[in-house]
Nanobody
């Protein structure tokens, strides 16, 4: 079965950087789009970034565009989220997810597989 394991979260000051990783297993990683989502306390899970099967196409929510960068290494079955210039509003649990198709997908409903999440806390 598909397994997704996130790592790289932690506590960082405003303006700092973190790099999240998500290691996938269970099926052919290079065939499927990957996404990053986040959920802050008391809020719904929201889309952050997505990347298509080849890595050629990416998409970001407006609040992170220009600060975050999503990438993937298909040989390593891993997707990354580089987060720069972090703000307190970025504090949340970050989840990676895998779609059932290769093209970029933007909503939680389009991702059947999810990791357990990793906490990112940005202090002011």
């Amino acid at each position: 079965q598909v397994q997704l394991v996130e790592s790289g979260g932690g506590l960082v000051q405003t303006g700092g950087s973190l790099r999240l990783s998500c290691a996938a297993s269970g099926r052919t990683f290079s065939s499927y789009a990957m996404g990053w989502f986040r959920q802050a306390p008391g809020k719904e899970r929201e889309f952050v970034a997505a990347i298509g099967w080849s890595g050629a196409y990416t998409y970001y929510t407006n609040s992170v565009r220009g600060r975050f960068s999503v990438s993937r290494d298909n040989a390593a079955n891993t997707v990354y989220l580089q987060m720069n210039n972090l703000e307190p509003e970025d504090t949340a649990i970050y989840y990676c997810a895998q779609a059932d198709v290769g093209g970029v997908r933007l909503t939680t409903y389009e991702y059947p597989y999810w990791g357990q999440g990793t906490q990112v806390t940005v202090s002011s």
